[in-house]
T-cell receptor, first 114, second 110 residues
């Protein structure tokens, strides 16, 4: 499979717990993006990496959120002390060294905080 | 002005109809634009890219009007399988990332 893969597909957690999601991009793609999508809205940018460097973070990314891409390959997104408002679909995408050709998205991780 | 704005719909059209969606954007320096399709509870998938004045792919035509800063998507001979949400996408800020509209929902009926 040469697409973007995300794990897990679904996660239900209790408020206050920490969760971590993983994204494996298309192997030749240097850029990796995280987005969040809630019902009725388009995907909202959270952060992106160029290889292992995190180059931009949205104001949506509070201090409870942290993302890493340690070797420039897979990435993890961790949410600490989850809140009900964190319930959303978390989408990972990857691209070549430019946005000029668009992104390829993974299937997403659907988080429900109860 | 928002970076990208779309009419959320829904657009309810019969099979065989022609339907058009518009989208406006604020960054006049944007060079490349996209339409993504998103099915319910699935990830967005690239439908079409728009680099200059327009692009056509089968029943789908995307057009760009730089002077008025809008992009349109035209679907001819609508099929039931076209029912989905269509996301207008433009480069955001420094063009290091893409900014998505809220999407326009299309429902094609018999």
């Amino acid at each position: 499979d040469t697409g973007v893969s995300q794990d897990p597909r679904h996660k239900i957690t209790k408020r206050g717990q920490n969760v971590t999601f993983r994204c494996d991009p298309i192997s030749e793609h240097n850029r990796l993006y995280w987005y969040r999508q809630t019902l009725g809205q388009g995907p909202e940018f959270l952060t992106y990496f160029q290889n292992e460097a995190q180059l931009e973070k949205s104001r949506l990314l509070s201090d409870r959120f942290s993302a890493e891409r340690p070797k420039g390959s897979f990435s993890t997104l961790e949410i600490q002390r989850t809140e009900q408002g964190d319930s959303a679909m978390y989408l990972c995408a990857s691209s070549l060294d430019t946005v000029a050709y668009g992104y390829t998205f993974g299937s997403g991780t659907r988080l429900t905080v109860v | 002005r928002k970076e990208v704005e779309q009419d959320p719909g829904p657009f309810n059209v019969p099979e065989g109809a022609t339907v058009a969606f518009n989208c406006t954007y604020s960054n006049s320096a944007s060079q490349s634009f996209f339409w993504y399709r998103q099915d319910c509870r699935k990830e967005p998938k690239l439908l079409m890219s728009v680099y200059s004045s327009g692009n056509e792919d089968g029943r789908f035509t995307a057009q760009l009007n730089r002077a008025s800063q809008y992009i349109s998507l035209l679907i001819r001979d609508s099929k039931l399988s076209d029912s989905a949400t269509y996301l207008c996408v433009v480069p955001g800020g420094t063009a290091s990332k893409l900014t998505f509209g809220t999407g326009t929902r299309l429902q094609v009926t018999l």
